[in-house]
């Protein structure tokens, strides 16, 4: 993996840094993304009213914002929420949530993605949509592999400057010039509500530790999950021992049994 520091180094940097990451996420995600963070070694706040959201993106360190369940009143906070990290050279995610499904939410998309998110999180049906491109998705659930969005995500980080995270079967993340596959996590995962929306606000917490990289930032985040994913399920008797497994193996792993466990491969 050719980075400036690994993905091991990288954790323990942002455990250190301790970064506050504002999670604008859907009503079912917050309370596993909130868990996420905090056993990854970060500080969620869950802060999205239009009354202080932009303000709020001030002293965070990075934002994320996910349009799960979006209604009208909260589309305001993320305007604000995404303007202010941009105005402030601050990264900010954006968590594209079945945008296909309707005309709302391709219009909330389609404004926010002229903020220029810094990083893009979907599943392959939702970057294969954001780029133009034929989809499987039905709803939140993608029905096309990972790697099949390969070229759209590519041309979708070249035609935004951002970095794009597709998240499936296998994980990658591309800036358009640089693609790393990261291969692990467990099937257990998509039986497990939110994880998705959850490592969406960790891209954010790698993202605010080391802003000048996100390709490496993002990189990490999917490393961690796929890693720690891969460990829970070994353990696990089903999706309901899985979550609490997830959330120990997040908090338990070091730096170097990461770099250690973690397979990736430049595509």
């Given amino acids: 993996m050719s980075t400036q520091s690994s993905c091991g180094e990288l954790l323990t940097a942002m455990r250190q840094a301790n970064p506050l990451v504002q999670c604008i996420t859907n009503d079912v995600a917050m309370n596993i993304a909130a868990n996420v963070l905090l056993a990854a070694g970060a500080s969620p706040a869950m802060v999205s009213a239009e009354e202080e959201a932009g303000e709020f993106a001030l002293i965070a360190g990075a934002v994320t ?33 079945a945008h296909y499904a309707t005309s709302f939410r391709r219009d909330v998309v389609n404004e926010l993605m ?8 979907g599943n392959a049906s939702e970057i294969l949509a954001l780029a133009g491109e034929e989809f499987r998705g039905q709803g939140v ?94 353990q696990a008797k089903g999706p309901g021992s899985f979550q609490p497994l997830f959330l120990d193996a997040l908090s338990s792993i070091g730096g170097q049994l990461l770099d250690a466990n973690l397979r990736t491969r430049l595509l």
Avoid: Q, Y
């Fill in 141 to 234: 659930d993608s029905g096309d592999s990972a790697l099949s969005a390969r070229s759209a995500a590519e041309a979708l980080a070249r035609r935004h400057a951002s970095v794009v995270a597709v998240t499936g079967d296998v994980d990658f993340v591309t800036d358009g010039d640089r693609s790393l596959a990261i291969e692990g996590g467990s099937p257990l995962m998509p039986k497990v509500t939110a994880l998705g929306c959850a490592l969406t606000c960790l891209v954010g917490a790698f993202a605010a530790t080391v802003p000048e990289h996100p390709f490496e930032a993002t990189a990490a985040a999917l490393a961690l999950f796929a890693v720690c994913g891969e460990a829970a399920g070994r």
């Fill in 65 to 97: 914002i996910n349009i799960g369940t979006l209604w009208s009143g909260g589309v305001a906070g993320m305007r604000e929420a995404a303007n202010a990290a941009r105005r402030e050279g601050k990264p900010w995610i954006l968590d594209p949530v």
């Fill in 114 to 121: 002229g903020l220029k998110p810094t990083i893009i999180r």
